[in-house]
């Protein structure tokens, strides 16, 4: 089972260090098996991470380094943006193990029929198509234009209401009731806490400790989450099928951790912790997110794995367990089992890549390179993380050879690469 949190801040969870917002649930599932310290995503925002987190490849290998249009001139241009149908996802790579297979919830990987779950080798799905949702009603507003945005039960619009993490929960146990005697993957692709930031009253009365609005927003809607975790945890031991169980819980990137100050003045949304940097760029703020992979049995409990990791690793990882057929194409994550269970003592992963439009970064062993346009000039930084996680001190002029070398050896990954099909390629490709 894959549990995947929108736009969740790295410093927002108990087990990660928050002290204003309570997620127990969270936290006992970290408990319960292993936390990645340094889990990434592929990308900083939610349409590419996810493409390279439900395919296990480089989501630029394939034209996803930016989210697919919706809406406008692009939309109509690219009808089709979103993962190919020559790329296998999560969902089609386990259907020959013998898999029942669900999504609930935010889908994002293409509007077009062909591309829609149910199409995708989804047994069973409820949720939206798009990257962004009500979470009251079946309609959103994008550049200030009303759209409709319908809740789909697999091919058809269905009314809806209600609040959408609720809804989502009773879903997923749902779910896992009608299947619970066969194997199944189960995709939890929560919006929370995407915006819009819409909360329950129930759930602001249990974050009224915290003063600052949007904070207490924010807090409410994480909290109606964590519940839906908690819930669903408790419906695998009611069945009895815990203990044969993995669950995945990540977020799909960095938080957005800043509103409008010049409006929302003293007030902010969420929280990277010591992370530099937001969604959106490759800072740390921007790709590093929660991490946690439980099994009771096969994962110690209360453990932590201290290399760097990717959400690429998700799906080569699930295929070794679920022992299904290898994907037609190479796989650019890992299986992380043998990591997990120390057999393999060595970094999964030497160098990791990153590229989305301008902003680009690589880290090779502790070293980072990056390329950004949040909060200061567009230069050239390289960071020691061992000794600088916060990004603090850029060491370019220090270390010229290492940067130089960073840079060739992506540029050399950047040079293979098509681009992005629907936005064209990074401006500043020849650096």
């Not at 380094?65 to 979103?82: H, R, S, V």
């Not at 005697?181 to 759930?203: C, I, R, T």
Request: aromatic share 12%; net charge neutral; glycine share 8%.
């Amino acid at each position: 089972m894959l549990i995947l949190a929108d736009d969740l801040g790295y410093g927002d969870l108990g087990y990660l260090g928050a002290k204003d917002i309570r997620t127990p649930h969270i936290d006992a599932l970290a408990e319960s098996g292993m936390s990645f310290s340094q889990g990434y995503q592929s990308a900083s925002v939610c349409g590419p991470a996810r493409a390279g987190l439900l395919t296990g490849r480089h989501q630029q290998l394939f034209g996803c380094g930016e989210n697919p249009p919706e809406t406008g001139p692009l939309a109509k241009q690219f009808p089709d943006a979103g993962v190919p149908l020559n790329e296998q996802m999560i969902f089609e790579l386990l259907k020959p193990a013998g898999y029942t297979t669900g999504v609930i919830g935010k889908w994002h990987m293409g509007l077009s029929h062909n591309q829609r779950p149910s199409q995708r080798s989804v047994d069973y799905f409820y949720g939206f198509l798009n990257g962004a949702h009500s979470y009251r009603e079946a309609k959103m507003d994008m550049s200030g234009a009303p759209m409709t945005w319908p809740i789909f039960r697999n091919n058809e619009p269905v009314p809806f209401s209600g609040y959408t993490t609720e809804v989502f929960n009773d879903e997923g146990v749902n779910f896992i009731k009608r299947n619970k005697d066969k194997p199944f993957f189960l995709y939890m692709s929560y919006n929370s806490v995407h915006g819009p930031w819409e909360a329950q009253e129930k759930d602001l009365q249990r974050s009224a400790h915290i003063k600052k609005k949007w904070r207490r927003i924010y807090s409410a809607m994480l909290i109606s989450m964590d519940d839906g975790l908690g819930r669903i945890v408790k419906n695998l031991k009611d069945e009895g099928i815990y203990d044969k169980t993995i669950v995945i819980f990540m977020s799909d990137n960095g938080a957005p951790n800043k509103l409008n100050e010049a409006t929302r003045e003293n007030d902010y949304l969420a929280s990277n912790g010591s992370l530099h940097g937001r969604k959106g760029d490759t800072y740390e703020g921007g790709i590093r997110v929660p991490f946690i992979i439980s099994w009771p049995n096969h994962i110690q409990a209360a453990s932590t794995y201290k290399y760097p990791v990717s959400g690429l690793d998700v799906v080569p990882t699930l295929m070794s367990i679920s022992q299904a057929p290898n994907s037609k194409k190479h796989l650019s994550g890992v299986n992380l089992m043998p990591y997990i269970h120390g057999t393999n003592k060595t970094r999964p992963h030497d160098t990791l890549y990153w590229r989305r439009d301008d902003d680009y970064a690589i880290r090779k062993k502790d070293w980072k390179l990056t390329w950004n346009d949040y909060n200061g000039p567009r230069v050239p930084m390289l960071f020691n993380l061992a000794d600088d996680p916060k990004e603090e001190r850029n060491l370019i002029q220090q270390y010229p050879e290492i940067a130089e070398d960073l840079q060739h050896k992506f540029d050399h990954w950047d040079s293979r690469l098509p681009d992005n099909k629907w936005w064209g390629g990074p401006s500043n490709r020849k650096r």
